[in-house]
């Protein structure tokens, strides 16, 4: 069995497994860390479904999108105007999933249906990114406002209104309350993502990406559905936004910047691309060690991430997940595998008989 391609059992019990461990996290963690530990963990969680939109539209479905961060910032922005404009958290957070959604609906079909190539839909991402950090951080001043909101430029929106329980704006969520918001929608998110892969919708989606010729050959569009995946990676990064915002109960044009964009693709490639559990991971990793770097001052933390980085590209390509659940699989079948005196006396008995 090939490592990288486990079978349905092997599929299952991994799915099993994460969800497993995603519940024990999700009720475990506040009665294990302090304030300041859930705080921390709760933007793990945001920036994990932020790494899992990029690694579901990269990994799956095989769309380069160099600017996912445009659909975080949207989802982050959407929310924070449309809260404090309405006070009820519930329609901004729908919010949150279709206006990231609805942006990439409309700049989707002029990519995929004007057939522009895998490398310009990079560039093409990345540049929509850099135009909406311009454009937001050009709004300094009262007069740039929507509604009550007013957007602040490159001093961003702060005080934004937290979570709340559905039809209660009264009764905002504490900061253990986010916590079970943020990683139960994690949770929720990863399962459904796995349900859309196990659906025809995401078997035709794998198979564009395997042989797009082959797939048009035999009847499917491989515009539409590139498309529809573009769309929900955008409505997973906008909910992903909205988190992030509630996490910090702040949101700026920094979440548009070119670190933001690039610091997710290196989620999935120290996870592992073509996972839905690895960019999750490489997202928990690369924060911790960045605040590890942070907190230190022997060496320069940007060139110490850089470093670990570029060894991560070049000693594992694959990236943790997959490399570890190979090795798994190679020992697993080595204790299956008979040793060769015991195979040696099966055949003599067998041959008496």
């Avoid at 990288?4 to 995603?22: C, I, V, W």
């Avoid at 929509?128 to 009262?142: D, E, H, K, P, R």
Wanted: with cysteine; hydrophobic share 55%; glycine share 12%.
């Amino acid at each position: 069995m090939n490592p990288a391609f486990p079978s349905n059992r092997a599929s299952a019990l991994g799915f099993l497994a994460t969800l497993a461990f995603g519940l024990a996290i999700l009720f475990g963690a506040p009665h294990v860390l302090d304030t300041f530990g859930l705080v921390q963990c709760t933007g793990f969680a945001a920036l994990a479904m932020f790494g899992l939109s990029q690694g579901f539209v990269w990994g799956f479905a095989g769309v380069m999108s160099f600017g996912q961060a445009a659909f975080l910032g949207l989802g982050g922005y959407a929310y924070a105007v449309s809260v404090i404009n309405m006070g009820d958290s519930s329609i901004p957070v729908l919010l949150s999933i279709l206006v990231p959604m609805a942006f990439a609906g409309l700049l989707g079909y002029f990519m995929f249906y004007g057939r522009i190539s895998d490398a310009y839909i990079g560039v093409i991402t990345l540049t929509v990114s850099v135009i909406l950090f311009q454009l937001v951080n050009a709004t300094s001043g009262s007069q740039y406002r929507i509604g009550a909101a007013e957007l602040g430029g490159f001093n961003g929106i702060p005080a934004i209104p937290a979570l709340n329980a559905p039809g209660h704006p009264d009764e905002p969520l504490d900061l253990e309350g986010i916590w079970y918001a943020a990683m139960g929608a994690l949770i929720l998110v990863y399962a459904f993502l796995r349900a859309v892969l196990a659906a025809r919708l995401g078997q035709v989606i794998v198979a564009i990406r395997e042989n797009e010729t082959r797939a048009q050959l035999i009847g499917y569009d491989p515009r539409l559905y590139k498309l529809i995946a573009f769309m929900l990676a955008a409505g997973v990064a906008g909910l992903a936004g909205c988190l992030y915002a509630n996490w910090g109960g702040f949101i700026s044009p920094t979440v548009f910047a070119l670190p933001m964009s690039a610091q997710v693709i290196i989620y999935v490639l120290v996870g592992g691309l073509g996972t839905l559990v690895g960019p999750m991971l490489g997202a928990v990793l690369i924060q911790a060690l960045i605040i590890a770097a942070g907190s230190q001052t022997l060496v320069d933390s940007n060139l110490g991430l850089g470093i670990v980085l570029v060894g991560f590209v070049l000693l594992v390509p694959q990236g943790l997940l997959p490399v570890a659940r190979g090795a798994a699989l190679r020992l697993v079948e080595r204790v299956r595998a008979p040793r060769p005196g015991k195979a040696a006396d099966t055949l003599v008995t067998e041959s008496a008989r």
